[in-house]
């Protein structure tokens, strides 16, 4: 036993029901093989996120001893975690997107599928995004950003000399798809919520537009024949749904809807290897609903329902036989399903793959599942939020007010640790969706941009709202907490509405805007004054929305939580709150983790964080305080 499973088991022998919670392993990200016989995917089973492949037989995958190694050569990188993989055409190679540290200075590495030879794309650049592969493998799409450059550069690197071919520069620019001949390529570019997708002749430098109007989801790919292109893309349109361009020598035509809902945003598009049939994941009021498209007939077929209440990914088998979907639930973990298909219909089942036994029932004795809850906000506009209660405790209860990321990210049903531990503490968690969240349309996820962010502010005083007129919550024991995005939210409630919270929890928000738009990576800010204005144009405004600049107002005892990587929101953002609590003595703590980033990615960090929050939380709504941190 390792010294971290040693750790991690002392870790959770204290936390009691929740304990299995913790221990659980997460799967994601499949990719089959361009031969049939071997499946990528991505797990943090040994402790971090990691690559791993193994044999795709018979309906099973047979689970290798360890992951695929996709180190570094640079010794003044920490250990970089695995966030996306991209199988080459010819299997040859899986082009990883890694995460040193867990942080923003992303890297591109080829690595063979059984590690023994590996490559790295634009070592010397500040970082790199993955994108498509060329159909030949002889190119691989890449954005490469400078230091100190807000654009990146979207690039065709030819592998067989290393050089590479421009087409695009601007915020977020990434190369989505190349053409079956090589000869079309489709780009996106833009700031947040206002992303364009172009065309690429790259034999006459020729551009044009597939679709007008910016927009939020933008995704493209080719039709087999060339003669297509498929958008996954709500420009133009208030809902994500699959749109269809015809090319005529070269030239997009007019788009037209293949698959769409006009309550329903499409979450997700797998097509199959033939290029007849697409996979279609819907979000039906947070929960997902998988179809299956004939794209020459029109037939829908419905598909088996995973353990998990979301599917986070899909994608088909090389022979089309198959169908692997990435899945998790409230009790269930992010796991691995295999989808049979005969005759290239659905069958009625999908058998978990990894782990094995993901599809045993979980143990209705210790976690929760939520009920979703609908309430209005000030100005009328419907909110909606996921209530995990604790088990046998009528009545008004404790309750945490966990705040997402983003802001266009979603609460949905997914797998918490943090929120079952909580429940099983005797704390409930509500997970509001305020404006500005995604899966509501368009519209909505842009409720809350630049001026509008006061709304968003407002709507957490909505949350407290409905929670105590509606007796789900003690209104006396109410404590409000988020990541990122969330963390802001948090920061800015407390301030503005101090009277509401007994408790709070910011974990890598931020607190002074402009602070921000200094210190995080310049790509970021600047695909980011979309969301939440312009440093100069909008210096007064950003102030205002500040919680720094209010920090006076803030009396609730805070834990803030941060990740020593994480470039997104820079640590001086946290630092500087803790020491203005500190002068202002009002009670605090201070986690800081010094091997993550942005996010909580380790196991054992994981649990520490479970555990330190919910002894924060229960100390200051229940009673007696564990705090450790």
């Given at each position: 036993?390792t010294?971290?499973?040693r750790?991690?088991?002392?870790?959770?022998?204290?936390?009691?029901p929740?304990?299995?919670?913790?221990?659980?392993?997460?799967?994601?990200?499949?990719?089959?093989?361009?031969?049939?016989?071997?499946?990528?995917?991505v797990?943090?089973r040994?402790g971090r996120?990691?690559?791993?492949?193994?044999?795709?037989?018979?309906?099973?995958?047979?689970?290798?001893?360890?992951f695929?190694?996709?180190?570094?050569?640079?010794?003044?990188?920490?250990?970089a975690?695995?966030?996306?993989?991209?199988?080459?055409?010819?299997?040859?190679?899986?082009?990883?997107?890694l995460?040193?540290?867990?942080?923003?200075?992303?890297r591109?590495?080829?690595v063979?599928?059984?590690?023994?030879?590996?490559?790295?794309?634009?070592?010397?650049a500040?970082?790199?995004?993955?994108?498509?592969?060329s159909?030949?493998?002889s190119?691989?799409?890449?954005?490469?950003?400078?230091?100190?450059?807000?654009?990146?550069?979207?690039?065709?690197?030819?592998?067989?000399?290393?050089t590479?071919?421009?087409?695009a520069?601007?915020?977020a620019?990434?190369?989505?798809?190349?053409?079956?001949?090589g000869?079309?390529?489709?780009?996106?570019?833009?700031?947040?919520?206002?992303?364009?997708?172009?065309?690429?002749?790259?034999?006459?430098g020729?551009?044009?537009?597939l679709?007008?109007?910016?927009?939020?989801?933008?995704?493209?790919?080719?039709?087999?024949?060339?003669?297509?292109?498929?958008?996954?893309t709500d420009?133009?349109?208030?809902?994500p749904a699959?749109?269809?361009?015809?090319l005529?020598?070269?030239?997009?035509?007019?788009?037209?809807?293949?698959?769409?809902?006009?309550?329903?945003?499409?979450?997700?598009?797998?097509?199959?290897?033939?290029?007849?049939?697409?996979?279609?994941?819907?979000?039906v009021?947070?929960r997902?609903?998988?179809?299956?498209l004939?794209?020459?007939?029109?037939?829908?077929?419905?598909?088996?329902?995973?353990?998990?209440?979301?599917?986070?990914?899909?994608?088909?088998?090389?022979?089309?036989?198959?169908l692997?979907?990435?899945?998790?639930?409230?009790?269930?973990?992010?796991?691995?399903?295999?989808?049979?298909?005969?005759?290239?219909?659905?069958?009625?089942?999908a058998?978990?793959?990894?782990p094995?036994?993901?599809?045993?029932?979980?143990?209705?004795?210790?976690?929760?599942?939520?009920?979703?809850?609908?309430?209005?906000?000030?100005?009328?506009?419907?909110?909606?939020?996921?209530l995990?209660?604790?088990?046998?405790?009528?009545?008004?209860?404790?309750?945490?007010v966990?705040?997402h990321?983003?802001?266009?990210?979603?609460?949905?049903?997914v797998?918490?640790?943090?929120?079952?531990a909580?429940?099983?503490?005797?704390?409930?968690?509500?997970?509001?969706?305020?404006?500005?969240?995604?899966?509501?349309?368009?519209?909505?996820s842009?409720?809350?941009?630049v001026?509008?962010?006061?709304a968003?502010?407002?709507?957490?005083?909505?949350?407290?709202?409905?929670?105590?007129?509606?007796?789900?919550?003690?209104?006396?024991?109410?404590?409000?907490?988020?990541?990122?995005?969330?963390g802001?939210?948090?920061l800015a409630?407390?301030?503005?509405?101090?009277?509401?919270?007994?408790?709070?929890?910011?974990?890598?928000?931020?607190?002074?805007l402009?602070?921000?738009?200094?210190?995080?990576?310049?790509w970021?800010?600047?695909?980011?004054t979309s969301?939440?204005?312009?440093?100069?144009a909008?210096?007064?405004?950003?102030?205002?929305l500040?919680?720094?600049?209010?920090?006076?107002?803030?009396?609730?005892?805070?834990?803030?939580?941060h990740?020593?990587?994480?470039?997104?929101?820079?640590?001086?953002?946290?630092?500087?709150v803790?020491?203005?609590?500190?002068?202002?003595?009002?009670?605090?703590?201070y986690?800081?983790?010094?091997?993550?980033?942005?996010?909580?990615?380790?196991?054992?960090?994981r649990?520490?964080?479970?555990?330190?929050?919910?002894?924060?939380?229960?100390?200051h709504?229940?009673g007696?305080?564990?705090?450790?941190?």
């Open positions: 036993m010294l971290a499973d750790r991690l088991d002392r870790l959770v022998a204290d936390a009691g929740a304990a299995d919670v913790l221990r659980a392993v997460s799967y994601r990200s499949p990719r089959p093989g361009p031969d049939g016989r071997l499946l990528a995917w797990s943090d040994d996120p990691r690559l791993y492949v193994g044999a795709l037989v018979d309906g099973s995958v047979v689970e290798p001893p360890g695929v190694p996709t180190d570094l050569d640079d010794p003044d990188l920490p250990p975690d695995v966030g996306g993989v991209a199988w080459s055409p010819d299997g040859s190679w899986l082009a990883c997107q995460a040193p540290g867990g942080g923003e200075r992303t591109v590495l080829l063979s599928p059984d590690g023994s030879r590996r490559h790295e794309i634009a070592p010397g500040a970082a790199v995004v993955l994108g498509s592969w159909p030949s493998g190119h691989l799409g890449v954005t490469v950003y400078g230091e100190g450059r807000g654009e990146g550069q979207a690039c065709l690197v030819d592998l067989r000399d290393g590479s071919t421009v087409l520069s601007g915020p620019a990434v190369v989505c798809a190349v053409s079956g001949d000869h079309r390529v489709v780009v996106r570019h833009g700031r947040r919520g206002d992303r364009h997708l172009e065309l690429v002749d790259l034999r006459t020729v551009r044009a537009e679709v007008p109007g910016g927009a939020t989801v933008a995704e493209a790919r080719f039709g087999v024949t060339g003669g297509m292109v498929y958008l996954h420009a133009d349109r208030d809902r699959l749109l269809a361009v015809p005529h020598a070269g030239r997009p035509g007019i788009a037209s809807p293949v698959a769409e809902r006009s309550h329903d945003d499409l979450d997700l598009v797998a097509l199959d290897p033939a290029g007849a049939r697409a996979v279609l994941v819907w979000n009021d947070g997902s609903e998988a179809e299956m004939d794209l020459r007939s029109g037939m829908l077929s419905p598909l088996p329902d995973p353990a998990g209440d979301v599917v986070t990914d899909a994608a088909f088998t090389r022979d089309g036989r198959g692997v979907l990435a899945s998790e639930g409230p009790t269930v973990a992010p796991h691995l399903s295999l989808v049979p298909l005969v005759d290239g219909l659905p069958g009625t089942e058998e978990a793959v990894l094995p036994g993901a599809d045993d029932a979980p143990d209705d004795d210790v976690l929760v599942s939520p009920t979703l809850h609908e309430f209005r906000a000030d100005d009328g506009l419907t909110l909606t939020g996921w995990f209660r604790p088990r046998g405790t009528p009545g008004p209860t404790p309750t945490l966990w705040l990321g983003g802001p266009e990210a979603q609460e949905r049903p797998f918490q640790p943090l929120f079952q909580l429940a099983a503490a005797g704390v409930a968690v509500f997970a509001p969706n305020v404006r500005g969240s995604a899966g509501f349309g368009r519209a909505f842009r409720a809350d941009d001026h509008l962010r006061f968003a502010i407002d709507d957490v005083r909505a949350v407290v709202g409905f929670l105590s007129r509606s007796g789900l919550a003690d209104p006396a024991r109410i404590g409000v907490a988020g990541r990122s995005y969330g802001y939210l948090t409630a407390l301030v503005r509405h101090p009277d509401l919270f007994g408790v709070g929890v910011d974990v890598c928000g931020m607190a002074d402009h602070a921000f738009y200094a210190g995080t990576e310049p970021i800010a600047e695909a980011a969301k939440y204005g312009d440093p100069g909008d210096a007064d405004l950003l102030r205002q500040s919680p720094i600049h209010r920090i006076d107002r803030l009396v609730a005892p805070l834990l803030v939580v990740g020593r990587h994480d470039t997104n929101v820079p640590v001086s953002e946290p630092e500087r803790v020491a203005a609590l500190r002068e202002r003595g009002v009670p605090h703590s986690l800081v983790f010094d091997d993550e980033g942005h996010e909580v990615h380790d196991l054992g960090n649990a520490v964080f479970v555990r330190e929050v919910v002894g924060w939380v229960g100390g709504l229940i007696a305080s564990t705090r450790t941190a």
